[in-house]
């Protein structure tokens, strides 16, 4: 599967934006999806996560509240409506796929990835 992320740009402190991931081939909706996000300087981090289903998802504590992972098997795309930004939320975002159902929180058990969208939350 190939992963194409958009929806990056800059933001206010408070404001909204809504990440998507769309997703080439037929085998979207059996996969697991995460978010993921890497500042300057740090290493990357999990986001939110989501089952095939979408029935379950998973947050990091940072954003938990704030952030809402979701996605349409019908369109092959996964979504992050991220309100209440922080300047701390500044980071390049990436979607993530796994194809065997593993840990959503550690990026080490997702095989495809997006190639990231740049967020960056500043007055």
């Known amino acids: 599967v190939q992963l194409q992320a958009s929806g990056g740009g800059l933001v206010q402190p408070g404001g909204s934006l809504r990440l998507s991931c769309a997703a080439s081939g037929r085998l979207f909706s059996r996969y697991g999806m995460g978010w993921f996000r890497q500042a300057p300087g740090k290493e990357r981090e999990f986001v939110a996560g989501i089952i095939w289903s979408g029935t379950t998802t998973y947050y990091a504590d940072s954003v938990k509240g704030r952030f809402t992972i979701s996605r349409d098997n019908t369109k092959n795309t996964l979504y992050l409506q991220m309100n209440s930004l922080k300047p701390e939320d500044t980071a390049v975002y990436y979607c993530?796929?796994?194809?065997?159902?593993?840990?959503?929180?550690?990026?080490?058990?997702?095989?495809?990835w997006g190639q990231g969208t740049l967020v960056t939350v500043s007055s």
């Open positions: 993530a796929a796994q194809s065997i159902p593993y840990s959503l929180s550690r990026d080490i058990s997702y095989n495809h």
